[in-house]
Structure formats: C-alpha cells, structure tokens
C-alpha cells in the first residue's frame, strides 16, 4: 500500500509513523508513507497556505493552490482510479473498523488533513474521494485523525501483525468487545488471574472468554449489543 499525507504540518505527526509496528510494517516494504509539506506548492515569498473568507467570518481557509499542485505532484498527471483520496474532516463519515478494513482492500491512499476554519470547497469537490471524521469532536487539524486511521489501516495489511488471529480476534471484527486478557505472574499483589485460565481445559476457555465479551458489550455498548443477538437470532431462524 501506498499512503500520501499532505498537511502544512508534517512534523505533527511523522514520529508516529516511527515506531513499533508501523515502523515496522514500513521496514518490510509492506507500506509506503510519504508526507508532503504543502507550503512547498505555496508559491508567495511567505509560503502562505491560507487566507481570508469570502464573505466575511471569524478563521482562515487553506488555500486550493498549495493542495492542486501538490496533488498533480503526487499523482504526476494521472489518477489512479484504484485511488481514495480522503479529507479529515468533522462533518465526513465516522471512521469505525468496517471502514479501517475496506480502506486496507486499496493500494493507494492520500489523506488531505484540513486545518484552520477549514478548506477551500473546490478542493473537496474536485479531489476528495470520502470525507472522514474520527468523532464527534473538533481538532485543531485532521493530521492526528489522519494518523489514527493510518495505524487503523495498516495493522490491517496481510503481513503486519505477527499472526493472522490478532487481527480476527479485535474487538469489532466479531461484532463484540475484546474478553480480558492476563499474562504471568499469577498473582501479583494479592491479585489473582482467574482459575478457569489455568486449568489448560481449552474448551472451558473459549466459554468463559465468549460470556466476558457478551457481559462487556452488554454493559459498555448496548448498542453494539443488540445488533450482535439480532443478528445472531436472525441465523438460528435461518
Ligand atoms: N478535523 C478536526 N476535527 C476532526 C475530526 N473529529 N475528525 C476528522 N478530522 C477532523
């Protein structure tokens, strides 16, 4: 996969893209990360990317030029029609792990990270693929959701994860809330790991860990919940 960021401000969010598994990832050539600092396509003596609203109001826009040019760059004439061109914005679709897993089915994706009151329209009309908001919340730009929905994706990319049931097993893949998980010691301060998880009995296992993630999706996220059970007795009437 290919992935190209354009933001005024790389720096933002470059180091994440640095580490553990997405550093890795990037090592094995399983995904490429390239950042593009749009004040480089701003062509004034001040490399400026933003400027005053058309009929009046309080916050700058960014500027269409800087984003166009950059976009002819990356994409050198032709686009890609396998290509998603995304703009983070708080009035796009909610990102969930559905859209994390059909964005990973691509080979090519550009994030266009909005910044300031926002961007000027043509720039939506004219380039962007999808509109993506990561929640009902308003950052100061959409690099950090760029970042997030990167690392949502890439973890995703056959090869990333050391095995293919870490990414079976997420929380959302089945429709339910991950179970709790414990690892050694035993006991640590008086507080014990559950017996059932050291009796070997794998069977017993699952079960327990099946109710765990049912009683959490119940409590947590009842909504989540009851499309689990209808869709659950929706098979059995199968
Ligand atoms: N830009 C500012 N707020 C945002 C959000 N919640 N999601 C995506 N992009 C944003």
């Given amino acids: 996969m290919r992935i190209d960021i354009l933001t005024p401000f790389p720096e933002l969010i470059a180091g994440t893209f640095d580490e553990s598994m997405i550093r890795k990832a990037r090592d094995k050539n399983l995904v490429d990360v390239k950042f593009w600092d749009i004040r480089e396509e701003a062509k004034d003596k001040h490399n400026t990317v933003d400027d005053y609203a058309y009929g009046g109001g309080a916050g700058m826009i960014l500027k269409p030029e800087p984003i166009f040019r950059t976009m002819d760059k990356i ?104 179970h709790p998980h414990y690892t050694r010691p035993e006991v640590y301060r008086d507080y014990k790991v559950p017996d059932v998880l050291l009796t070997g009995h794998h069977a017993n296992v699952e079960t327990w860990r099946k109710e765990q993630s049912l009683e959490r999706t119940r409590l947590r996220r009842p909504d989540l919940y009851k499309k689990y059970i209808q869709k659950s007795d929706d098979k059995k009437s199968q």
């Fill in 75 to 178: 994409c050198d004439g032709s686009s890609d029609p396998r290509q998603r061109v995304l703009f983070m914005t708080p009035q796009g679709k909610q990102f969930d792990q559905a859209l994390a897993r059909d964005l990973s089915a691509e080979d090519h994706l550009i994030f266009i990270c909005g910044h300031y009151r926002g961007v000027d329209e043509r720039v939506i009309e004219n380039l962007v693929t999808d509109e993506i908001s990561i929640g009902d919340y308003i950052l100061t730009g959409g690099e950090l959701a760029a970042a997030v929905i990167s690392d949502a994706v890439i973890r995703l990319l056959p090869g990333v994860l050391g095995n293919f049931d870490s990414a079976e097993g997420d929380s959302f893949t089945s429709g339910l809330l991950d």
